[in-house]
Every structure is written in C-alpha cells, then in structure tokens.
T-cell receptor, first 112, second 114 residues
Framework: DQQVKQNSPSLSVQEGRISILNCDYT??????FLWYKKYPAEGPTFLIS?????DKNEDGRFTVFLNKSAKHLSLHIVPSQPGDSAVYFC???????????FGPGTSLSVIP | DAMVIQNPRYQVTQFGKPVTLSCSQT?????MYWYQQKSSQAPKLLFH???????NEADTPDNFQSRRPNTSFCFLDIRSPGLGDAAMYLC?????????????FGPGTRLTVL
C-alpha cells in the first residue's frame, strides 16, 4: 500500500511560471515531510522540509505548503527555471527516528 | 569530490547468479541505507546500518543481504537474482541519528537481470 502518493508522473511548465507539485499521504501519523530533487544519473538531493506544526515553509524560490486535514502537501517553485527540470520526490516520516517513506516522484520539465 | 560513490553504475547479471553492489562514502557518516527503486516507483528501504548495528526491513526478501565492514563501505549482496530484482539500487548516508538530517545519496547502480 502506497502511503505517499504523487499522482502526476510528469509536469511541464513554461520558464518563469509557477510549478506546483502535489503530494498526498494516507498515514495521519506522519509528522515530517521532505522534498528531494533528482537529476538524471545523480542521486536524489534534499530540497526542503516541513513539520506538521507548520503549514508553510519557504526557501528562496521553493515553498512547501502542508494541509494536514486534507493529508496533502505541495511544492511551489516560483519562478521556474530550466535548471529545475528534474524528478521531485515527496517523502514523509512519523518521527525524527523513523524511516523515510518516499513517493514515486514527479518529473518536472521547465521549457525555456 | 563525490561523497557517496556506488560501483558499478550498471551491472548486468544472469538469473540466479550472485551479484554484489558496493557503496563507499567520504562523509564519515554513521548511518548507511540501501534502497531499491523499480521503474516509476518510490525508492523502498531494504536495510540500514547505524554504525555496525544492522537493521533489516520486515519485507526485505531473504535473497538480499548486506555487509558493512567499516564506516566507509557497505555492500549489497543478492544471492540469487530473479527478474523481479531488476531495479536501481540507491545507497545513502546520514550523519546523525535523526531521519530529519539530510540523506546523501549516491548515483545508484542499475541492475539488469537476464
């Protein structure tokens, strides 16, 4: 059973516009959420995180929004740049000592 | 200045022929993980080590084993690969004990089983 879902396998966005990547989860015990980015032929790299006590966390062009009641989070990238083209993994964990559960990823293409 | 190195990057093996994948790290991190990622699926944790303390996920098949002879190296052994074991295998490290610390991933080894 997939506890972290990313229902859009791919997304295309024009350069300069907003990219919105969505993630849904089923386990209400999840308290921490992470986003990782992966370029081809490289391993995933950490991008941004949020804990369940917050509903928003911002880091430069990247903002993550969390809606606990809907069990939904989203990653916003504004403005999108061609270098943002990558696979984005949403991930969740119950406690800081728990294992990380990853989603299947969304492939983002930013078109110049 | 690669920090988590996986060798080989591509591995082809025959059905039932044992194979070993290797991972090394220059970060001196305590925790090392092995993930399996099948096409278009989420990375799935197979094992992790906290130092030499080995932790096996409940649903990791017995066909998979791991060794960590020292801090820097970790190996994934697949005793009798089946066609269903074809996947990308990702190694990752973690500095501390909290999973909220950043995991550092290697580039992965893509395993093909013929």
């Amino acid at each position: 059973d997939q506890q972290v879902k990313q229902n859009s396998p791919s997304l295309s966005v024009q350069e300069g516009r907003i990219s919105i990547l969505n993630c849904d989860y089923t386990n209400s015990m999840f308290d921490y959420f992470l986003w990782y980015k992966k370029y081809p032929a490289e391993g995933p790299t950490f991008l941004i995180s949020i804990s369940s006590i917050k509903d928003k966390n911002e880091d430069g062009r990247f903002t993550v929004f969390l809606n606990k009641s809907a069990k939904h989070l989203s990653l916003h990238i504004v403005p999108s740049q061609p270098g943002d083209s990558a696979v984005y993994f949403c991930a969740a964990l119950k406690t800081s000592y728990d294992k990380v559960i990853f989603g299947p990823g969304t492939s983002l293409s930013v078109i110049p | 200045d690669a920090m988590v190195i996986q060798n080989p990057r591509y591995q082809v093996t025959q059905f039932g022929k044992p194979v070993t994948l290797s991972c090394s790290q220059t970060l001196n991190h305590n925790v090392m993980y092995w993930y399996q990622q099948k096409s278009s699926q989420a990375p799935k944790l197979l094992f992790h080590y906290y130092d030499k303390d080995f932790n096996n996920e409940a649903d990791t098949p017995d066909n998979f084993q791991s060794r960590r002879p020292n801090t820097s190296f970790c190996f994934l052994d697949i005793r009798s690969p089946g066609l269903g074991d074809a996947a990308m295998y990702l190694c990752a490290t973690l500095r501390g004990t909290s999973a909220l610390d950043t995991q550092y991933f290697g580039p992965g080894t893509r395993l093909t089983v013929l």
